[in-house]
């Protein structure tokens, strides 16, 4: 792991890390026990000690690379609250909250509401199915949201009323890459320091048409190969500079490094089990 500064001889030399909060949750009921992406094989046994060991990898990494890292009880019966990216969706503040499209994952939905509404959130409860960062995600000032597995079209209407910001939907086709934060990442955080923000994405996990309008708004985005997809590789966390990714994803790896990025790689095996990586486990949250 390298923890150094940009070297000026790359292209995106000037790439700043800006501190970040997120919200993460100790995967201390993890299991595999219901199916509801292909990842998930509740026949095969998982390791709730080596998911803990690997998280805290994770959580700790963070706190190393300077940002604040707030956390949620986990509770039994939901081995899913780990992934604490489906726990909402925060920008100025307010919270939407998620509606689950899986009965499994419904009881996180208060967790996490009343979570909001006890650290300073004005929460703003969901009428349409969504499920919170894991389909909608923050590029400058606009919502890239996905659809077709999990939130409906009808809550990309909804996130656009209740932040008042353009919103872009784009459909999933691939089962694999069910929620937009498998499929597309976020390069670059909100601020004027870094100009316009940048992403990176799978190009095959897209239908025609939502590939088109990634390729008419984000001309120079990192395109990943199934190779790193498939260890979930997008399903990374960028603050600008470093960015944490699948220790798998080499192909990723390199692309980021070439572009001036720092990808610092980590092993979530354990929760890849449940169809989740480095993003899944971790919610922005924007005051
Ligand atoms: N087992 C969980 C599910 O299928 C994994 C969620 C992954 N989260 C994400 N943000 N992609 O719902």
């Given at each position: 792991?390298t923890?150094?500064a ?14 970040r909060t997120?919200?993460?949750c ?6 595999v026990e219901?199916r509801i992406n292909p990842?998930?094989?509740?026949e095969?046994p ?5 998911a803990?060991?690997?998280w805290?990898r994770?959580?700790?990494l963070y706190v190393?690379?300077?940002h604040d ?6 509770e039994?019966?939901l081995p ?21 499209a899986?009965?499994?994952r419904?009881g ?7 979570w909001?509404?006890?650290n300073?959130?004005r929460l703003?409860e969901?009428?349409?199915t969504?499920?919170?960062e ?6 400058g000032d606009?919502i890239?949201?996905g659809?077709g597995f999990?939130?409906s ?7 656009g009323?209740?932040f008042?910001?353009e ?8 089962p ?8 597309l990442?976020v390069?670059?955080p ?7 923000p940048n992403?990176?994405y799978?190009p095959?996990?897209?239908d025609d048409?939502?590939?088109a ?8 985005a990192?395109?990943?190969s199934?190779?790193?997809?498939v260890?979930?590789?997008l399903?990374c966390?960028?603050?600008g500079?470093?960015?944490?990714i699948?220790e ?9 490094r070439?572009?001036g990025y ?10 890849l ?7 899944c486990c971790?919610l922005?949250l924007?005051y």
């Amino acid at each position: 792991m390298t923890l150094t500064a940009p070297d000026p001889t790359v292209e995106g030399a000037a790439r700043v890390a800006v501190p970040r909060t997120w919200l993460m949750c100790r995967p201390e009921h993890f299991t595999v026990e219901y199916r509801i992406n292909p990842w998930m094989h509740p026949e095969h046994p998982t390791d709730t000690s080596r998911a803990l060991a690997q998280w805290q990898r994770l959580h700790d990494l963070y706190v190393e690379l300077g940002h604040d890292v707030r956390l949620i009880d986990p509770e039994p019966g939901l081995p899913d609250m780990v992934y604490a990216a489906n726990g909402g969706f925060t920008i100025d503040g307010i919270a939407y909250a998620p509606r689950f499209a899986h009965p499994e994952r419904a009881g996180e939905a208060p967790a996490y509401s009343r979570w909001f509404a006890d650290n300073g959130f004005r929460l703003v409860e969901a009428a349409e199915t969504n499920e919170g960062e894991g389909d909608f995600l923050l590029v400058g000032d606009t919502i890239l949201a996905g659809t077709g597995f999990r939130s409906s079209n009808s809550s990309h209407e909804e996130v656009g009323r209740v932040f008042d910001r353009e919103v872009v939907s784009l459909e999933l086709v691939d089962p694999r890459f069910y929620h937009l934060d498998t499929a597309l990442a976020v390069l670059d955080p909100v601020t004027p320091a870094v100009g316009a923000p940048n992403i990176a994405y799978l190009p095959g996990a897209f239908d025609d048409r939502s590939r088109a309008e990634l390729e008419r708004r984000y001309p120079d985005a990192v395109l990943v190969s199934d190779e790193d997809a498939v260890w979930l590789g997008l399903n990374c966390i960028s603050d600008g500079y470093n960015v944490v990714i699948a220790e798998r994803a080499t192909g990723f790896e390199a692309s980021l490094r070439e572009r001036g990025y720092n990808p610092i790689g980590v092993d979530l095996s354990e929760l890849l089990l449940g169809g989740g990586g480095v993003k899944c486990c971790t919610l922005e949250l924007r005051y």
